[in-house]
């Protein structure tokens, strides 16, 4: 099975807490869900982070000197890479 860990519940304010050995590898600050499967045995798990949306209406406005590229000025020169990401040698 797993690892065990015995620990002893606190009062934190109101609610009751039991610290989490960092060899279980949970991270400061993330979010966890306590699962009861049988009266008095519960499963510790993470709960996945929400993945975050930048909010560009506070953009509007900003770059006002800014002009868009004529059809002309858009210019891509194609670069063919390896599996790292490197430039690959064309010349043979």
Do not use: C, H, I
Request: no cysteine.
């Amino acid at each position: 099975m797993g690892s065990e860990y015995v620990g002893k519940t606190f009062k934190s304010g109101n609610s009751v807490a039991l610290r989490l050995p960092k060899a279980l590898g949970f991270k400061e600050g993330e979010q966890v869900r306590l699962v009861e499967l049988t009266p008095g045995t519960v499963r510790v798990e993470t709960v996945p982070a929400e993945k975050r949306k930048l909010n560009v209406d506070a953009f509007w406005g900003k770059a006002t000197g800014l002009k868009l590229l004529s059809p002309e000025d858009r210019v891509f020169v194609e670069r063919r890479l390896d599996w790292e990401g490197k430039r690959l040698n064309e010349d043979g």
